[in-house]
Structures are given as structure tokens and as C-alpha cells.
């Protein structure tokens, strides 16, 4: 359940009065002026997307850095991601000024969206660990107040306490690394870091990667610390979208700045392989059992976070940035836009399985997933080494499998035209995504660690195959065949009971 608000006029009868509540009425005569808040700030982010745009423009052109004295630095990664985030941001203004015309806070509700805003700016744009750190916390106490922004429901404030305590501890952990480094090197930049990673004592430099991984890992929601994620549906759909589409980012913003420290040890990246993969794999897994589309969407950005920083453990942190941008859009899109998805269904025979396909079906699917890896492969130039890129784009290929099984499965759509379609409109796709990944990339480099590539080794193959036989036992269902195991995904994705609205009395009136 999300703290909706209506765009109207509300009241609750109460059940032996005849008393009503009005909350947050939208103006009945013409003579009451609306707040402006909303209105001014909505523009305001849009103006400053159109400059940002600008920024990333010089900076394709030039390739030029604008520091101001190691406090903040505009290069390659500032300017793609304030594009990103201001875009973001400004679907989420514009969308709210009518979303939550009803709420009685409104203008609450647009100055702790667009104070999220500038402190995502600030965090990609610092220069200094010490700003990293101050940003990093800001954030977390902002997106836990618009978690809990409907005050007067006991699950909001609860989902945002809850929200909080592990915003609280994952700042922490950067405060460590940041200090850690510091005590250490002297360093308070982060090109003092790039340059001293190397030189870090074996001790120090474990304490420093084990709190970086551990801080995405509570950023990003990946499993075990997904909890926080599942119980903040209380907060609006617009923060939510927000949080779905940019807040979980900010790991893999952590791991691209601190990526020398990350890429020191090959045998660490290849923990963070490991960690990205089971969580994919077990969010993947948590997705499959849930039974309502905000479920279902948590879940998904559980498993996609997990990639983004799986693939910044195969050394590819231009690829990780490319995932967490394309992902926000989807998520923005799909949170606005769910309650049109909304319907009852009643479960029956063959509920929530994919239709099975022919032996063309089969054959046309692989192929399509093949030509899908080869096209980005050819685009951005991985996989064409034994390296951890064969990976990378053995994930292209498995994701292009799976989203074009499905596609085939559930049109209604003639065989001989689905066939053709579905490779129309799944390969121009995948080169659209190569060629993204290639551009910021391109924008990224000579400011930070774009790609580290590590030798191909046995953990790799590991994850390969792990990813093969999860995906075999969802398409296949035979992992609906344990009760066990679908009782254990339930209880994995329960959401903390002081969190959940389960009467409707309870909310309806706020």
C-alpha cells in the first residue's frame, strides 16, 4: 500500500456520526489562490535540467573539468548524472503538482523533493570525502521524511524510523571508509584517494572496501538489507518513484567514486561479483511469489541494483552508470504509471506462468538473444577477450533470452509476425543500449575508472552458470514445485509488520 493522496476534495463519514473531514480540499471559489510553491519549483528543476544538458554538452565537446578548489568537481560523471537526476526529478515535480494537489502539505512535500534534488547534485559533484559523507546522510534523512510524509499514519512513521536506521548506518559506514583513508593517506579528495589507493596497508584497505560494499549494499537495497525497501510503501508514488528511480542509485555512485579502491584487489571485485549475483539471483526469486504490483516493483529494483553492482565488480563502472540510468527511467515510468495497471485477477490453472513455446518459438528466441549479445558486443567492444567482459555480455544475452520468451509466449499476435517483430524490436534495443553505454563512457573517461576488466576465472564461471540454472528453474517452474522454498521467498519479502496498513478505515481518511 503507497500513502496515496487524492487530486480532489475528500471526506470520510464516520461510522456512527455524521460528521465529515475534509483534508486538503483543492480551492472552491476562484478568489483562493493556489500555492505557488509547487508551481515555482517545478520550473525551477526543469531550468536547471536544460543547464545541465549544457554542461553535459561542453563537457562531450571539450572534455573539460570545472573544479572549485577540491570541493566540488563538474567532469564526466557529474555531468552525466545531473542530467539524469534533474530529468528525474522534474517528471516527479510535474507529475505531483496534480498527484498531491489534495494533501494538506503539499508545499512540504515539493521543498523535500527539491532539497533531494540539489543534495543528489552535490553528492555526484563533491570533490571532497567530507562533503561525499555530509551529502550521503543528507539524502537518507530526506528520502526517509518523504517515506513518512503522511505523519498521521503509524505505518509511515514507522517505515520511515525504519528507513532511517539504515540510512543512519550506511552513512556510517562511508564515514569509516572516508576516515579510515584519511588517518591513513592524508588524502580528503578524491584524486588524493586515486592517487594513494595503491599504498593503503592490507588492514586498512580491507576496513575501507568492506564499508564501501556494505554501504551500497544498504543504499542499493540488495539482499540481505531489502527489507527497508519493501516497508517504505507508505511514502507517495512520486517518492517513490524517486526513490526507486534515483535514491537506490547512489551504491553504484559510491563504487564509481571510490573505484581505486575497489579495482586494488582483483579478489575483492570478485566478492563483489558474488554479492551482486546472489542477490540478482535471489531477487529474481523474491519477484516471482509477489502478488501486487508495488511488491513487484520493489523486488525488480532489489534484483536490477544487484546487477549494477555486480557490474561494477566485473570492472565495468561506465556499465554500472548506463544500468542505474536506464533503470531510473523504466522505474519512473512504471511507478507513475501502475495504477493503470491495476486489476483483479482471480489465480486459476497456468496463473502467473509463461505459455509455452513452439519449437520455432524456441529456436527464434535463442537466436534473437545470440544476435543481442553479438550486436552489443560489436558496439562497445567486451566480450571479445577472455576477460570478465565474456560476463558481461553473457548477461546481455540472458536477459534478451528472457525478456523475448516472454514477449513470444504472451502475444496474441500470429506466429510468423511475432517472430520477425520480436527481433525488430529486441535488437535495435540492445544497440541503442551499446551505444549509450559507449557515449558515457566516452563521457566518463580521463575523469574516473570507466572499465578495470579482471581475468576470466572460476567464480565467473560460477555465477554463469548459477544464472543459467535460476533461470531454467523459473522458466521451466520448477522452483514452484518446493513449498518450502516458495514459503521462504514469502517470509523474505514480508515487509516489517509496523509498516503494513492492513485496514483501509486506517488510511482512507489521510
Not at 547512489?250 to 582483483?266: K, N, Q, S
Not at 520468451?405 to 551499446?434: D, K
Not at 521451466?476 to 518450502?484: E, F, I, K, L, V
Request: charged share 10%.
Amino acid at each position: 500500500m503507497t500513502g496515496d493522496y487524492p487530486a480532489s476534495r475528500t471526506s470520510e463519514t464516520m461510522t456512527d456520526t455524521q460528521s465529515t473531514r475534509t483534508i486538503g480540499g483543492l480551492s472552491d471559489t476562484a478568489s483562493e489562490s493556489p500555492a505557488r510553491t509547487p508551481a515555482w519549483l517545478t520550473r525551477l528543476v526543469w531550468a536547471l535540467w536544460v543547464a545541465c544538458l549544457g554542461v553535459l554538452v561542453a563537457r562531450a565537446a571539450t572534455g573539460t573539468t570545472w573544479d572549485v578548489a577540491g570541493v566540488l568537481t563538474v567532469d564526466g560523471l557529474t555531468a552525466v548524472m545531473w542530467v539524469a537526476v534533474t530529468f528525474f526529478s522534474g517528471i516527479v515535480h510535474s507529475y505531483s503538482r496534480r498527484y498531491m494537489a489534495g494533501s494538506e502539505r503539499i508545499e512540504t512535500f515539493f521543498a523535500r523533493t527539491f532539497a533531494f534534488t540539489l543534495t543528489v547534485m552535490v553528492l555526484v559533484a563533491a570533490a571532497n570525502t567530507a562533503l561525499f559523507v555530509l551529502a550521503w546522510l543528507a539524502m537518507g534523512l530526506l528520502m526517509a521524511d518523504l517515506i513518512g510524509y503522511a505523519r498521521d499514519w503509524p505505518q509511515a512513521r514507522a517505515a520511515a524510523s525504519l528507513a532511517r536506521r539504515y540510512f543512519l548506518a550506511s552513512s556510517a559506514l562511508v564515514a569509516v571508509a572516508a576516515a579510515a583513508l584519511w588517518a591513513t593517506t592524508g588524502a580528503t579528495t578524491f584524486d588524493g584517494i586515486a592517487a594513494t589507493a595503491d599504498t593503503l596497508p592490507g588492514t586498512v584497505w580491507l576496513l575501507v572496501a568492506a564499508a564501501l560494499l556494505l554501504a551500497a549494499m544498504v543504499q542499493s537495497a540488495l539482499v540481505p538489507f531489502h527489507t527497508w525497501l519493501l516497508s517504505s510503501m507508505t511514502a507517495p508514488t512520486p517518492a517513490s518513484a524517486l526513490m526507486h528511480a534515483g535514491f537506490v542509485n547512489a551504491g553504484g555512485i559510491l563504487l564509481v567514486r571510490f573505484a581505486p579502491v575497489v579495482t586494488a584487489d582483483t579478489r575483492f571485485m570478485l566478492i563483489v561479483v558474488a554479492v551482486g549475483a546472489a542477490s540478482a539471483l535471489v531477487g529474481k526469486l523474491l519477484r516471482t511469489v509477489q502478488s501486487d504490483v508495488k511488491g513487484r516493483l520493489g523486488c525488480s529494483t532489489t534484483g536490477q541494483m544487484s546487477y549494477m553492482i555486480m557490474q561494477a565488480g566485473l570492472g565495468f563502472f561506465a556499465a554500472a552508470v548506463t544500468h542505474l540510468i536506464l533503470h531510473g527511467f523504466y522505474k519512473a515510468y512504471m511507478f507513475l504509471s501502475n495504477g493503470s495497471r491495476v486489476a483483479h485477477t482471480t489465480p486459476g490453472h497456468g496463473h502467473g506462468e509463461t505459455p509455452s513455446l513452439t519449437a520455432v518459438g524456441a529456436l527464434a528466441t535463442a537466436a534473437t538473444a545470440v544476435a543481442g549479445g553479438a550486436i552489443f558486443a560489436a558496439i562497445t567492444g567486451e566480450g571479445l577477450r577472455a576477460d570478465s567482459g565474456l560476463l558481461l555480455v553473457g548477461l546481455v544475452v540472458l536477459t534478451t533470452l528472457h525478456a523475448a520468451r516472454q514477449a513470444l509466449g504472451r502475444t496474441g499476435v500470429a506466429p510468423a509476425v511475432r517472430y520477425g517483430a520480436v527481433a525488430l524490436v529486441f535488437l535495435p534495443a540492445i544497440a541503442v543500449y551499446g551505444l549509450v553505454y559507449t557515449a558515457i563512457e566516452g563521457v566518463m573517461a580521463g575523469s574516473v575508472v570507466t572499465a578495470a576488466p579482471t581475468a576470466l576465472g572460476p567464480v565467473h564461471l560460477a555465477v554463469a552458470a548459477a544464472f543459467a540454472i535460476v533461470y531454467l528453474a523459473i522458466e521451466t517452474g520448477a522452483y514452484r514445485r518446493s513449498d518450502r522454498l516458495y514459503v521462504a521467498l514469502r517470509n523474505a519479502t514480508q515487509p516489517a509488520p509496523e509498516t503494513v496498513t492492513t485496514n483501509t478505515e486506517e488510511y482512507n481518511e489521510y
